[in-house]
C-alpha cells in the first residue's frame, strides 16, 4: 500500500497550526509515512511547535515519520530551538 506524502504549503503560523496538526494527525492515522515541508513559505516558532506535535503522534503510533528538508527559514528555526535531530531534519 502506498501513500501520499502529506505535503504542507504556503504558511505555518500560529493562526494555521492547529488544522495543520489535525491534518497531520489525520493523514499519520491514515499510512501517511513522510512529511514534506519545502512549500512552506511563511513561517513562526508555531511552526516548530507544530511539527513536534506531528512527531509526538507519529512515534505514539509506532510510526517511523520523515519529514523532507525544511526550507531556509524553517531550518533557521529548527537550529534555533536545536530541535532538529527530534525532527529528523537538518538545520542550515
Do not use: Q, W
Not at 41 to 47: F, G, L, P, R
Not at 69 to 88: K, M, S, T
Amino acid at each position: 500500500m502506498s501513500v501520499t506524502p502529506l505535503n504542507l504549503a504556503g504558511s505555518l503560523t500560529v493562526d494555521e497550526a492547529a488544522a495543520v496538526l489535525r491534518a497531520a494527525t489525520a493523514a499519520i492515522d491514515a499510512g501517511c509515512r513522510e512529511v514534506h515541508l519545502h512549500d512552506l513559505h511563511t513561517v513562526d516558532s508555531s511552526a516548530v511547535a507544530t511539527l513536534l506535535a506531528i512527531r509526538r503522534h507519529a512515534l505514539a503510533k509506532g510510526v517511523d515519520l520523515r519529514f523532507s528538508p525544511p526550507p531556509a527559514a524553517l531550518a533557521g528555526l529548527v537550529g534555533l530551538y536545536e530541535v532538529g535531530g527530534l525532527l529528523g531534519v537538518t538545520a542550515r
